[in-house]
């Protein structure tokens, strides 16, 4: 089983910054891509960043130039840090770990940014 703890959430302001942070515990295999996932009230699920064990990184075209996602493998951890932000970044960011085409969620922490 693989666990999964978000931190870093919170209120900001729009042009603000925040930094979310995400800590997998458990079965964890070195090969695996650790991502960010967000989803806004009345919306769908979508894709944030994810970053794979080796460094490949991939972000949503609408975060592009003001997120970015770092992990370090010794401790299993990936950082979201999210920079000039606007209210259309307002959400419920999940943390998710697929490794053997099997995907794993954290709990979820709110972002708020207020105009």
């Known amino acids: 089983q693989v666990q999964l703890v978000e931190s870093g959430g919170g209120l900001v302001q729009a042009g603000g910054s925040l930094r979310l942070s995400c800590a997998a515990s458990g079965s964890i295999f070195r090969i695996n891509v650790m991502g960010w996932y967000r989803q806004a009230p009345g919306k769908q699920r979508e894709l944030v960043a994810v970053?794979?064990?080796?460094?490949?990184?991939d972000y949503a075209d609408s975060v592009k130039g003001r997120f970015t996602i770092s992990r370090d493998n010794a401790k299993n951890t990936v950082d979201l840090q999210m920079n000039s932000l606007k209210p259309e970044d307002t959400a419920v960011y999940y943390c998710?770990?697929?490794?053997?085409?099997?995907?794993?969620w954290g709990q979820g922490t709110q972002v708020t940014v207020s105009s």
């Open positions: 970053i794979a064990s080796g460094g490949t990184t």
């Open positions: 998710n770990l697929k490794q053997l085409a099997r995907p794993y």
